[in-house]
């Protein structure tokens, strides 16, 4: 039997609209299982404090379990990979900070490329390093330790976290923009780094301010400054160096990315969730009590803000010849 053309066309169009309203209300009704949230780092720093209080607000406001799951090693290539190979459904998400940027410029072979196979979901928060130096070291301002440091070329030590990690990324772009000469040294994580700039074997660093506030505080080290645009509200009296070198800027973020081809819904449901999550008093004091601010925005915004992240630090990384440990 022939059907009426119209009727024909009728259900023509209410069938290929079928694809679109069962995606619509496959979104609509995410998530239906457990959600896990990788982290490329382990338990206790501040992309898993950040990836454990998400997943906290996400659970509660989507009713379905966000579980974190740590997946150190491999410089955070490994946690990164794994949520690249991972179906785009949603169900595997990657907290992610500046580090898979980096990577990209200082690994000459990687399996993945973050900007490519991951999806931005949104930002949640940015947090600047400080500048701290032992005692030792007889500078009080930055342009008293760029003098310092010039006049000392190669004879002052920066400790770091590690090849590549943020408080590293930083020291480098200051000493280009500043056209000093440091004399890197990296360590496996922020102890053995803190143990030594106590003890006067390395003169300056670049870490997160809650911990290094602590040894200021009692005298131990000295802060010449934070690395953000501008100074912390709840560190008034310490100058951003930005004030001395116009354009420096060498925040620490963090935010949540998926595999790419991720329904655009659901990217788009968490995104409008995590924003509400940054304006909620009680998330944003947590996020307060790590030296950090949220950073709203849309997930366009979190792409765009990572691919410019990866041009900035792949140009200091080839100017300065980085390579991985």
């Known amino acids: 039997m022939k059907l009426p053309r119209r009727q024909f066309l009728h259900l023509a169009a209410s069938a290929s609209a079928l694809p679109g309203l069962s995606r619509i ?78 990577n990209a410029t200082l690994y000459d072979k990687l399996n993945f490329d973050v900007a490519r196979d991951l999806t931005a979901v949104a930002a949640v928060a940015q947090q600047p390093q400080m500048m701290i130096v032992h005692p030792s070291v007889p500078a009080t301002t930055v342009p008293e330790f760029i003098a310092y440091a010039k006049a000392n070329a190669s004879k002052i030590n920066m400790a770091s976290a590690g090849t590549g990690t943020p408080p590293h990324m930083a020291g480098e772009l200051f000493k280009l923009m500043a056209g000093i000469d440091l004399l890197h040294v990296p360590y496996r994580g922020t102890g053995g780094a803190y143990a030594d700039l106590l003890g006067g074997r390395v003169q300056v660093a670049f870490f997160g301010p809650v911990s290094a506030m602590q040894h200021v505080k009692t005298g131990a080290l000295r802060a010449l400054a934070v690395t953000g645009s501008k100074r912390l509200g709840d560190l008034p009296d310490i100058p951003a160096a930005a004030e001395f070198l116009p354009g420096y800027e060498a925040s620490s973020w963090f935010g949540v990315c998926a595999p790419k081809s991720t329904p655009t819904e659901i990217v788009v449901k968490l995104n409008q969730e995590i924003n509400v999550a940054i304006t909620d008093p009680k ?14 925005g849309s997930p366009a915004d979190f792409g765009e803000h990572i691919a410019a992240e990866i041009e900035k630090w792949g140009k200091v990384i080839r100017t300065a010849n980085i390579k991985p440990d």
């Open 25 to 102: 209300a496959w979104a609509q009704a995410y998530p239906v299982r457990p959600v896990k949230i990788i982290v490329s780092f382990a338990a206790g720093g501040p992309t898993d404090i950040l990836a454990r209080l998400t997943a906290q607000w996400l659970s509660e406001r989507l009713g379905q379990q966000f579980i974190v799951e740590n997946r150190p090693g491999g410089g955070g290539n490994i946690g990164a990979e794994a949520v690249v190979r991972s179906p785009p459904d949603g169900y595997t998400l990657l907290m992610i900070d500046a580090t898979p940027t980096v």
């Open 283 to 296: 998330f944003k004091s947590r996020i307060a009590e790590l030296g950090a601010t949220t950073l709203p």
